[in-house]
């Protein structure tokens, strides 16, 4: 498999960072919605947000990197089986992945940094607070993050289901193309 992108299929880079963003957006939704049932008596009530925050900015940089990536690296073809509606829903649907991801990271800054301080990384490095002292800007954040990870993880639900859709319905490459695995692959193989 090559590193870059070709004009048929995605390469190990593209293909590693989706994997990579899928499941930390995954993982990070099931974690913010088990912290928010966490008494303040509860071993993990400081460690889980300490891993919900840290967790969150490296998925910041991953995603800014995946989207330099794409701007570097050229994209493959659409498929051409698809129809032009199904073109434009993947547009749309991939816009609006990055806009929730992106306004996702600025809440939750917004709620972490509320109290002035900043955001330490897994005691690696830490992210300054920069916006503080807006009246409820905890609550506001909060709440804004809230409904935004709901859109999220719907619009994850609806890209996944038209994966599985394309993959066991169309019969075409689009899932196969994602994993590294295309038809033209296994007939190399």
Known sequence: MQWRNSADNWGLISIALHWLVAVAVIG?????LWMTELSYYDSWYRTAPHLHKSIGILLCLAVLLRI??????????????HIELEKRAARIVHA???????ALFISGYLISTADGRPIDVF??????????DVPNQEDIA???????AISLISLVTLHALGALKHHLIDKDQTLS???GR????????
Not at 142 to 148: I, Q
Not at 182 to 189: A, D, E, I, L, Y
């Open 182 to 189: 295309t038809r033209h692959n296994r007939v190399q193989q």
């Open 142 to 148: 909060g709440t804004v993050h809230y409904a935004l």
């Open 28 to 32: 990070m939704f099931a974690l913010g």
């Open 177 to 179: 193309r994602m994993t």
């Open 123 to 132: 005691n690696w490095f830490a992210i300054p607070a920069t916006l503080k």
């Open 68 to 81: 330099a990536w794409r701007l570097i690296d050229s994209k493959p073809a659409e498929i051409p089986e």
């Open 96 to 102: 609006l992945l990055y806009l929730l991801l992106i």
